[in-house]
């Protein structure tokens, strides 16, 4: 009996070993290094967490940030106008970066209303990113979900290839 009690609490253990954790990094988007302009568009680079690159494309009605040396793959398209937030969560697994989720003001004129959403990155390390989900970020539960997508889909999800979900 002893043995099978220790049997279920070291399972217990590992699982709980091997569950994501979250880790945030807050940017200020502005005074990070500029890399390129382009028309009214700007890129500038962050650094991230374990040597990841963050860009951040902004022009006068969208910015968009992509995670790795090589940015974006895939879908990139969050609507008429997106601006997103500070914060980056980072979602590790045995120590390993291997989602990020990002919350976003996307709205159908560059004055708003704007509704949130977050956006799920798949990590393919510090080479590129795909978005592997788009959360209501209004709905109730908006972050679990997210982080469900960023610690189930991510994993499974082929950048490139796969549309992400809309949650």
Known sequence: ??????????????AQASAAESSYTKFDWETCRKTGAEDDVV??????????????????????VSFGAKGARGETQLGDFYFPKATVEWR??????????????????IGGPFRSALVVYKLEGTASSCIVAIVDGAR??????????????ATKFTCGKDAPARL
């Open 140 to 153: 109730p539960g908006a972050n679990d979900r997210a982080r469900t997508a960023a610690d189930e889909a």
């Open 92 to 109: 590790r697994s045995g120590g390993k970066p291997l989602a990020a989720i990002l919350r976003y003001d996307i709205g159908k004129a």
């Open 43 to 64: 890129t500038r680079r962050c650094n991230g967490p374990d040597g990841i690159a963050v860009d951040i494309n902004s022009g006068a009605d969208a910015a968009f």
């Open 1 to 14: 009996m002893r043995g099978a009690v220790f049997l279920v609490g070291f399972g217990l253990l590992a």
